[in-house]
């Protein structure tokens, strides 16, 4: 986990695959399209530039140009006329912040997590899948002695963090082929390199009830995580614990913050969820 990038396995000009909605007569291409463009922006990224733009949605300049003019004139961009790029505006905060303080999840998780930080020494997040990403909701870093930068809204790989592993694992069998599938045809290259590594943590998560990553997204961090449905939730969210590596080792993992980590999911999830 680095604080220049939130997700190292995946290509940083590299757009996860939209959905193809485009046959549904409710579905607005060009609203879709502008959103496009504000998901191009990574964390540590204060500016980005038409051609930023066009490489990482694959649109035409042109389109780029008239979306991004649009999202100026709305308050979700704005415009440095002297570098000539882009970065986002209040407006964005605005949603996120609403999004953010409308949800039960976070203000639920948000103690616990405090608690859990402060008693075991360890930086605990709470996340949820985005696209073939998983994205911070909220994070309590306690771990002074690794700087990652990192906090809501940071995205990490669906395939090489516990939070993506926790969550592949905890899917039925043929939904989590397919979302390998979506992985591999979005990231050859890095599936390719990373599938076999994969698998092997899937299958020791499912065993376990947990999974882990000692140094595989980040060769500073070890961490673990579980997949719950928290009360109310129709889709699955994350905890994760993390460390440095030279602070925490493997084994106080799989034998006390794991199952710790275990009991706090199953405190915020609902009855036999």
Same mark, same amino acid.
């Given at each position: 986990?680095?604080?220049?990038?939130?997700n190292p396995?995946?290509?940083?000009?590299?757009?996860?695959?939209?959905?193809?909605?485009?046959?549904?007569p409710?579905?607005?291409?060009?609203?879709a399209r502008?959103?496009?463009?504000?998901?191009?922006?990574?964390?540590?990224?204060?500016?980005?530039?038409?051609?930023?733009?066009?490489?990482?949605?694959?649109?035409?300049?042109?389109?780029?140009?008239?979306? %991004?003019g649009?999202?100026?004139?709305?308050?979700?961009l704005?415009?440095?006329?002297?570098?000539?790029?882009y $970065?986002?505006?209040?407006?964005?905060?605005?949603?996120?912040? $609403?999004?953010?303080?409308?949800?039960?999840?976070?203000?639920?998780a948000?103690p616990?997590?405090?608690a859990?930080?402060?008693?075991y020494?360890?930086?605990v997040?709470?996340?949820k899948?985005?696209?073939?990403e998983v994205?911070?909701?909220?994070?309590?870093r306690?771990? %002074?002695?690794?700087?990652l930068?990192?906090?809501?809204?940071?995205?990490l790989?669906?395939?090489?963090?516990?939070?993506?592993?926790?969550?592949?694992?905890?899917?039925? $069998?043929?939904?989590r082929?397919?979302?390998?599938?979506?992985?591999?045809? %979005?990231?050859?290259?890095?599936?390719?390199q990373?599938?076999?590594?994969?698998?092997?943590?899937?299958?020791?998560?499912?065993q376990?009830?947990?999974?882990?990553s000692f140094?595989?997204?980040?060769?500073?961090?070890?961490?673990?995580?579980?997949?719950f449905?928290?009360v109310?939730?129709?889709?699955?969210?994350?905890?994760?614990?993390? %460390?440095?590596?030279?602070?925490?080792d493997e084994?106080?993992?799989?034998?006390?913050?794991?199952?710790?980590?275990?009991?706090?999911?199953?405190?915020?999830s609902?009855?036999?969820g």
């Open positions: 986990m680095t604080s220049q990038s939130t396995s995946l290509s940083p000009d590299a757009a996860p695959p939209a959905p193809a909605r485009e046959s549904d409710n579905f607005v291409t060009a609203l502008g959103l496009e463009l504000l998901r191009c922006f990574r964390t540590g990224e204060a500016m980005l530039g038409n051609q930023d733009f066009v490489r990482r949605t694959g649109f035409p300049k042109a389109t780029v140009s008239r979306l %991004a649009t999202l100026v004139q709305l308050g979700y704005r415009y440095d006329e002297s570098l000539g790029k $970065a986002l505006d209040a407006g964005v905060l605005a949603l996120g912040y $609403a999004y953010l303080s409308a949800s039960d999840v976070v203000s639920l948000r616990h997590m405090l859990f930080a402060q008693a020494g360890v930086s997040s709470l996340g899948r985005e696209r073939m994205i911070y909701l909220e994070s309590i306690n771990d %002074a002695g690794v700087m930068g990192l906090g809501v809204g940071s995205r790989s669906l395939v090489s963090s516990s939070m993506g592993r926790a969550y592949l694992a905890a899917l039925p $069998a043929p939904r082929e397919r979302v390998m599938a979506e992985f591999s045809q %979005a990231f050859p290259e890095q599936w390719k990373q599938e076999a590594a994969t698998r092997a943590a899937l299958a020791e998560a499912q376990r009830g947990y999974a882990a140094r595989d997204w980040h060769p500073a961090i070890h961490a673990c995580a579980v997949a449905r928290p109310g939730e129709k889709e699955l969210h994350m905890l994760s614990c993390s %460390a440095s590596y030279g602070a925490v084994t106080v993992f799989h034998k006390t913050l794991a199952p710790a980590l275990g009991a706090l999911a199953a405190r915020l609902e009855p036999g």
